[in-house]
């Protein structure tokens, strides 16, 4: 069974730095490119950051470029988001994704974990 567990987030104030972490179980973690999105209330989901396997490339959105770091380590079936100089329109529920290809591709998703930025 594909299990990804997301933690690490929190209540930080504006400029603070928070580190998120996702690990994976259940499947070959270095065969696949790992991205974080989130969503904040009453937007769609979004996109923020996503790494390539072994390379590896990195991939970030235009709003968290130069702020946020996303990085991986396979031997710990492990993916970090450090996130630096925090605003308040980062606070969202973050989640992890991972898109398996069986003959069809499958996304799997984290529970999410809650970041608020707020003085």
């Known amino acids: 069974e594909v299990q990804l567990v997301e933690s690490g987030g929190g209540l930080v104030q504006p400029g603070g730095s928070l580190r998120l972490s996702c690990v994976g179980s259940?499947?070959?973690?270095?065969?696949?490119?790992v991205g974080w999105f989130r969503q904040a209330p009453g937007k769609e989901r979004e996109g923020v950051a996503c790494?390539?396997?072994?390379?590896?490339?990195?991939y970030y959105a235009d709003s968290v470029k130069g702020r946020f770091t996303i990085s991986r380590d396979n031997a710990k079936n492990t993916v970090n988001l450090q996130m630096n100089n925090l605003k308040p329109e980062d606070t969202a529920v973050y989640y992890c994704?991972?898109?398996?290809?069986?003959?069809?591709?499958?996304?799997?998703w984290g529970q999410g974990t809650q970041v608020t930025v707020s003085s």
């Open positions: 259940g499947f070959s973690f270095d065969d696949y490119y």
């Open positions: 790494i390539a396997t072994n390379d590896p490339s990195t």
């Open positions: 994704n991972v898109r398996i290809y069986t003959g069809v591709h499958t996304d799997y």
